[in-house]
């Protein structure tokens, strides 16, 4: 069973800095994809940025030039640098993947989520 386990949320300030982080576990064969969406009671979950596994990245128009997707392909694992934070990004936080598992079947796999507030 693959999972994806994030960590890093919390609160902070407004014009703060945060890094999450999403760990891969399981038996999986390749990683593509990765990716982080973020969601607000009410509203349906965005994309705020994802990395395919050459490294490049694609980012919503709401966080380019203050948040920084990475990846590191060997522990399996991707990263949110999150800077210059505005009330309007606190959400529950996801991560997401696109993997082959270790029976050979694509999967799309989802973080648990963790909160990030931005507050004084």
């Known amino acids: 069973q693959v999972q994806l386990v994030e960590s890093g949320g919390g609160l902070v300030q407004p014009g703060g800095s945060l890094r999450l982080s999403c760990a891969a576990s399981?038996?999986?064969?390749?990683?593509?994809?990765m990716g982080w969406y973020r969601q607000v009671p009410g509203k349906q979950r965005e994309l705020v940025a994802s990395?395919?596994?050459?490294?490049?990245?694609n980012y919503a128009d709401s966080v380019k030039g203050r948040f920084t997707i990475s990846r590191d392909n060997a522990k399996r694992t991707e990263f949110l640098q999150m800077s210059t934070l505005k009330p309007e990004d606190t959400a529950v936080y996801y991560c997401?993947?696109?993997?082959?598992?270790?029976?050979?079947?694509?999967?799309?796999?989802w973080g648990q989520g963790t909160l990030v507030t931005v507050s004084s």
């Open positions: 990395i395919i596994s050459d490294g490049r990245t």
């Open positions: 399981g038996s999986i064969l390749r990683l593509y994809g």
């Open positions: 997401n993947a696109n993997v082959i598992d270790g029976t050979g079947r694509p999967l799309e796999v």
